[in-house]
């Protein structure tokens, strides 16, 4: 066994002596567990949070969508596209064409942003389960006799229309490439009408308050287009590599389009999350580093106390590196210790959460999709918080014993 090791275990783990440097040490010890255990238990709720988004978006947004770098439509068949549709890891491919419109229903009126797509849409996404109120119980476009709007909870309301209501919704545009009539304004807007089919709720305020789903040929009449699409929406097989297929889908595309996975396509959202996530991480860090101040001083003050063992220890022919290795050792196993008992406890406190929902979101948790605090916890968080630990426990015991150890430990 390691001499130093040994000699810092014994001083760590001595059954007989009860003193104040060995209280001082456990306290130490419990000092990074709580830090420790903090730290594990915030990024893994962190972590949930950003799950829990990502699984509400899957719900509307498709695996990957393909955009034009400059305009805002391009001709859905060119060979290029066709040869990205005939790819065996693509499973549904909608064409989607996307624009400002003006909305009304009777007395009220709103700017909406409408969305045309194709029956492809329903399966592409998983709409059906955010489906809060529909004419038929499922996602409807259109059939023999009309065709049909799904609206966002916060767009139905701006509009106060439900499905099965008599009346349609008259979608305004203006007419594509022709100059505004002033003498007859209306003459100039193109206008088709739509009965509400459905209200679905993402709980994303982007989609839930602006957002009209509308079939593709009527959007195409509305703003003067015949085949041309603003985006591509994909669907992969089972077991496809997202990341390959997209880089496929670049090379097959070239510069002139942009293929984006969900990620990217809220790519703001989740970088404000990662970046909380960060900055409660860099925040107990700094929790993390006072609790490491018992370190110091619990160090300094066995250095004090075990003079007439270093003493024994230079009768005996140890030098000075030795002795501090001693000390060291010392250190970074009450930063070791601390962090393996402050991860498994972490560890344990997560799995209670994720099966028990032990603690709530609050007395407004009624008001949220989820009552209790989801949990995710990543093997990468944890390397990295025991890889923090131990290095913060480096320098807190690095420097007592290199810079108050030349008074203590040295000839």
Known sequence: MNFPFYIARRYLFSKKSHNAINIISMVSVCGVVVATMALVCALSVLNGFVGLVSSMLSNFDPELKIQPVQGKVFDPTLPAVREVKELPEVALFCEVLQDNAQVRYRDRQI?????GVDDTFGRLTRIDSILVDSREGRFVLSDEVANYANLGVGTAFSLGVRPNYADPLEIYAPKRNEKVNLSNPVASLNLEYA?????YATNQQMYDENFILLPLSMVRSLFSYEKEVS?????LVPGADIHSVKSRIKSLLGDNFSVKDRYEQQ????????GEKWMIFLILCFILILALFNVIGSLSMLMIEKKEDVRTLRNMGAD????RRIFLFEGWMISGLGALIGIVIGLVLCLLQQELDIIKLGQAAGSFII???PVRVE?????IVFI????????AAWYPVHYLGKKWLTR
């Open 267 to 274: 790519e703001a959202s989740f970088r404000m999350m990662q």
């Open 320 to 323: 000075d590196r030795l002795i």
């Open 231 to 235: 985006a591509i929406e994909l669907s």
């Open 388 to 395: 923090t630990v131990l290095t913060i426990g480096f320098l």
């Open 379 to 383: 093997a990468g968080d944890i390397l």
């Open 111 to 115: 700017t909406a942003t409408v969305k």
């Open 371 to 373: 009552d209790a605090y």
């Open 195 to 199: 009965f509400v089919g459905g209200v």
